[in-house]
């Protein structure tokens, strides 16, 4: 579904990303983990070109996206669901606006249709009664968990999750990651950027370990934990494990 | 001559009080159009700049714009008056108040820019990444997401901005306008007493000041409550 080729990207003159080739299949759960600066959320901010690359392909069905139009960039960006660390909900609507906003001005649904939406999303995220709250009258976990609902609302095929979870309180990372969960188990193609490592043990197809700008090492979550071969990663679970 | 007397003779006598009340009303009008000009292209011009600051497109306008606010807010607007008056518009057959309104509304608006370019550029980048992420482009992600925002932010700000304005469309008279200083001034060259028409005149700025910065504070609170919602 994805298909990333000698992927880079500098930002002046430092070189964060190294050169990537992946390739992620439909309905995978790709759980990217490794230390801060390795590059990570650069990669999967590349992926729906948040970041424009500075060399190398991504072929999103077969399709070379990195030299698109705007126009044509917008129409891969609505079937790519991003859900980011600090939530960025709309503080001005409400939580259905917020929801319904990108459909109903991109001409997917109309007002009612994309209303009907939002409240089957309300509810498969378990906040029916917010649909007219406004996101600051909201819990950081709630809020997270709009967020997702909100990238969910357009129908994505592909849904990136950068750092979905590191600016909660504790207490409330469950709700988040139990929402992500249900989502992998429906199905959804997702790649996460977290430091949950409980999260990438269960939900991940793979996961994913970079460091400087290059994928270090990949395995199944059983082999990736249990028996990890490059000295950087063993260095970095010794840390966080 | 007692207080009475002299009040008579400035104001009441062959009519005076008019001076003031039609200057007032050239004072209002010239305001309110030269606010909403300086509106539309403050809103312009903090658009395409701020556009050119977080996507570097926009370099032709953007030095335009530039241009535009370091000549208006680095000359006087008298001078401004002057030279679109009798420079400009010297051999075209235009109302005063017209140009009045042209040169106030194009001094305003490079104030007004830089106010409401501030409230664009205050919103936080990811709401703008949120925008775009879902497919919104560029504009929708302004018109819908981030407008909304500044606006709100920059609110008081603008209304202050309109009331500096009130105040220095007194300079008006310098091409002959017949302002609500200028109504005083003709009144003080009729009656040989400058005390009363002057003051009469400084007490009704200041009223006006007074009451729209009241107003202004309100809405202050008002939006700050409603940010606490």
Known sequence: ?241 | MGFAESFRQNFIEADRWRYLWDGLCTTLLITALAVCLGMILGFLVAIIRSTYLRTKKLLIPDLICRLYLTVIRGTPVVVQLLIIYFVIFASVPVSKTFVAVIAFGINSGAYVAEIVRGGIMSIDVGQLEAGRSLGLNYPQTMLYIIMPQAFKNVLPALANEAIVLLKETSVAGYIAIADLTKGGDIIRSQTFSAFLPLLAVAVIYLVMVVVLTRLVGRLERRLAANDRR
């Open chain 1, 1 to 241: 579904m994805i298909d990333v080729k000698d992927l880079t990207k500098d930002f002046h003159k430092t070189k964060v990303l190294r050169g990537i080739t992946e390739h992620i299949d439909k309905g995978e759960k790709v759980v990217i983990i490794g230390p801060s600066g390795s590059g990570k959320s650069t990669f999967l901010r590349c992926l729906n070109l948040m970041e424009t690359p500075t060399s190398g392909e991504i072929r999103f069905d077969g399709k070379e996206i990195t030299h698109l139009h705007d126009r044509e960039i917008n129409q891969v960006r609505m079937r790519m669901g991003m859900v980011f660390q600090h939530f960025n909900l709309f503080p001005h609507l409400t939580i259905k606006k917020n929801i319904t906003l990108a459909p109903v001005k991109l001409k997917r649904m109309d007002e009612a249709q994309a209303e009907k939406k939002a409240m089957e999303l309300l509810e498969r995220v378990g906040l029916p009664d917010k649909a007219n709250a406004y996101p600051a009258q909201l819990s950081g976990g709630q809020k997270q968990r709009i967020a997702i609902a909100r990238a969910l609302a357009m129908n994505p095929e592909v849904m990136l999750f950068d750092e979905p979870t590191s600016a909660l309180d504790p207490e409330m990372v469950g709700e988040v990651l139990q929402l992500m969960k249900q989502l992998a188990d429906d199905g959804m193609t997702m790649v996460v950027v977290t430091h949950e490592m409980g999260f990438a043990k269960e939900v991940a197809s793979r996961v994913m370990f970079m460091a400087d700008g290059v994928v270090m090492e990949q395995n199944s979550p059983q082999e990736f934990f249990r028996n990890p071969k490059n000295p950087r990663l063993k260095e970095f679970l010794s840390k966080v494990l």
